[in-house]
């Protein structure tokens, strides 16, 4: 939000304005990550040959003297550029109230304190503990949270889609689930708060994780059993790099489920968990259809 | 509905590659550093401005030359005239279309005037630039980077409105434009920390509402 359209819409508020600020032009979307080929590099060996196949990681790009080629530089700073513009992306106004979410906010005021302040994205503001408090379905077995987190981009691409397989595999396993809701502003540990609050036993966040070199479009989801402040990390577990190019968002649901049936039976979370079988085992069908950022050319 | 923003219309965007030298001397360029241009015509002179100057904070652009047209866009000579013409200037095209999408991009999302009557009759312009670039420092002789009140309204509530906001922030003047100017209308950049810009542009919106509501205060 502009400094200006925010301090127009406080004045309005002040001057007993009810009507909100018309919505501002939807914000221009992130492209996708751009796809460049690279010459071979006569001396590679075939490991990173393979590897590269494997991975949209900048592996096995050679080097010129003792710097990297111009293109891959290039490269280098274009995806840089996405996970930019990914941190800088908000969610949409209206758009949690659209997608039937109910729109929880976090302690922070503004984009820029929430980059700063990480200890005010922890927490609920009284609205929203007052929503929570009269709309939120209590003492469910999983409570998920979709927020926007570092890529308010990811969340909006894709949540809904994590949020749907998981609510149907939570349906198959005979889980119930918690009312839909989406946060802003939020920092992983919100799930401490929101869970504690619904008296959730177990609380999934799945916000936009921090972007990596080309990836804007990332979600991660964090699980934690007996949600409640003061949790620390090795109490959550974690499943990042939902997104097209990794776990599929439409199959996320299959593992975070299971994930959650595993807490839920053995009664905590994090390093003591025992893993199970559904959650680790590798997707191999995701992982074959990454395409490639780095080609190489023989 | 007050304070309902007024979204600019941009009416011609134009790019030279390579102008001529007469031309580039002409709109304010310098032939030994620039060779492409960059041009734009939209109907609110004062978002251009400062969608002009956004465009110098992404790209290695210079605004060489911007004017606002006479009697404003109500007015204007031409379908694609509007209220004002501004021109980049920089080495190459590359820089010159950087610099547009920037320029695009803040007239679509983020200067705009806003309605400060219901009717629709007085417009006003209580803009907060949060960092300034090249060609607004060099305009002002603040400093690049500092914080603005760019504030804009018709003659009487934009007067009545600037005293209001100095009175009640902690700004100084950086420039002051009396009425009238080209499109009639009053102007002031006021410089201050950001806080203090924004309690300028808040004060003065207020005012320029209450002169509307009240034009012939006791």
């Known amino acids: 939000m502009s400094t200006t359209r925010e301090l127009i819409a406080e004045l ?16 221009l979307p992130i492209p996708p990550p751009p796809k460049r080929v690279f010459r071979a ?10 590897a590269a196949e494997h991975t949209t990681a900048l592996v096995g790009i050679g080097r010129v003297g003792t710097r990297y080629a111009t293109e891959v530089t290039l490269q280098f700073q274009s995806e840089l550029a996405v ?11 209206g758009w949690r109230e659209a997608e039937g979410f109910l729109p929880l906010d976090t302690r922070v005021r503004d984009h820029e304190e929430y980059l700063l302040r990480p200890d005010l994205g922890r927490r609920l503001d009284e609205r929203s503990l007052l929503l929570l408090e009269e709309h939120a379905e209590r003492n469910v077995d999983v409570q998920p949270i979709l927020a926007d987190g570092l890529s308010a981009q990811a ?3 894709s949540g809904s889609s994590v949020l749907n397989s998981l609510t149907a595999e939570c349906a198959r396993l005979g889980l119930t689930v918690g009312t839909p809701m989406c946060a802003r502003f939020a920092r992983v540990w919100l799930q401490d708060e929101i869970g504690q609050a619904v008296g959730a036993k177990v609380a999934i966040i799945i916000l936009g994780e921090r972007p990596g070199l080309g990836t804007g479009d990332g979600l991660s989801a964090y699980l934690v059993h007996s949600p409640a402040i003061g949790n620390t990390d090795g109490d959550r577990n974690m499943i990042s790099n939902i997104h097209s190019r990794g776990l599929l968002p439409d199959r996320a649901g299959v593992r975070l489920a299971a994930l959650a049936k595993a ?10 968990l025992k893993l199970p079988v559904a959650a680790t085992e590798v997707d191999s069908s995701a992982i074959h259809s990454r395409p490639a950022l780095v080609e190489l050319v023989p | 509905m007050i304070l309902e923003p007024i979204r600019p219309k941009i009416l011609s965007v134009q790019r030279i590659p390579h102008a001529h030298e007469e031309v580039l001397r002409a709109y304010g360029a310098n032939p030994a550093k620039h060779t492409s241009l960059g041009l734009v015509t939209c109907d609110q002179d004062d978002s251009t401005y400062v ?3 956004e465009a110098t904070k992404h790209a290695l652009v210079d605004v060489t030359y911007a004017r606002s047209l006479y009697a404003g866009a109500e007015y204007s000579s031409g379908r694609l005239s509007g209220e004002i013409i501004g021109v980049i200037a920089a080495a190459g095209p590359t820089e010159i279309e950087v610099g547009l999408s920037a320029l695009i991009e803040c007239l679509e999302h983020d200067a705009c005037f806003y309605h400060g009557d219901d009717r629709g009759e007085i417009a006003l312009f209580p803009h907060v630039v949060t960092s300034i670039g090249h060609y ?13 009140a760019y504030l804009v309204a018709p003659p009487i509530e934009g007067t009545i409105a600037v005293d209001r906001a100095l009175k009640e922030a902690r700004v100084r003047v950086a420039k002051l434009f009396t009425p009238p100017t080209e499109t009639n209308y009053m102007a002031a950049w006021l410089s201050g920390e950001l806080s203090e810009c924004k309690a300028a542009a808040s004060a003065f919106a207020e005012a320029v509402l209450e002169v509307g509501r009240n034009p012939r205060s006791q």
Not at chain 1, 263 to 272: A, D, F, I, N, T
């Open chain 1, 83 to 93: 996970a930019q513009n990914a941190v800088a992306s908000l969610l949409p106004e």
């Open chain 1, 41 to 50: 590099v006569k001396a590679q060996s075939n490991y990173l040959r393979e």
């Open chain 2, 51 to 53: 969608a002009l100057d």
């Open chain 1, 155 to 157: 969340c909006v691409q």
């Open chain 1, 263 to 272: 807490m839920l039976e053995q009664g905590l979370s994090g390093v003591k």
């Open chain 1, 12 to 27: 309005r508020r002040r001057l007993g304005e009810d009507e909100p600020l018309p919505p501002p032009a939807p914000a």
């Open chain 2, 136 to 148: 607004l420092a060099a305009e002002s002789g603040l400093e690049f980077g500092s914080s603005m």
